[in-house]
């Protein structure tokens, strides 16, 4: 049963930095796309980034140059480094395992259980 639990959240103020730790448990993460995303209060969850089981990785516009996904193969963990951060990344983040989306633009994966990022101004 693959499990992912997300670590490193907290209150930050606006500039600051943060860095997110997936650890993943029954699924190697250096072979399955991860992917990275975001839930504001009253807000859809989206794609804040994703990297391929190769090297390949993609960004959302709102956090392209101050975010940066990675892989720990040694440690069995996807990370996300998030740099000036501003209020408007205030959210809850969330580690998903091979994510897709259905036509109806619905994200399916297996999902961490998420970790709350609070950016104050």
């Known amino acids: 049963q693959v499990q992912l639990v997300e670590s490193g959240g907290g209150l930050v103020q606006a500039g600051g930095s943060l860095r997110l730790s997936c650890a993943a448990s029954?699924?190697?993460?250096?072979?399955?796309?991860m992917g990275w995303f975001r839930q504001a209060p009253g807000k859809q969850r989206e794609m804040v980034a994703h990297i391929s089981n190769g090297r390949s990785t993609y960004y959302a516009d709102s956090v392209k140059g101050r975010f940066t996904i990675s892989r720990d193969n040694t440690k069995n963990t996807v990370n996300l480094q998030m740099n000036t951060l501003k209020p408007e990344d205030t959210a809850v983040y969330y580690c998903?395992?091979?994510?897709?989306?259905?036509?109806?633009?619905?994200?399916?994966?297996?999902w961490g259980q998420g970790t709350q990022v609070t950016v104050s101004s």
């Open positions: 998903a395992r091979h994510p897709r989306r259905d036509h109806t633009g619905f994200w399916s994966a297996t």
């Open positions: 029954g699924s190697i993460v250096s072979i399955v796309d």
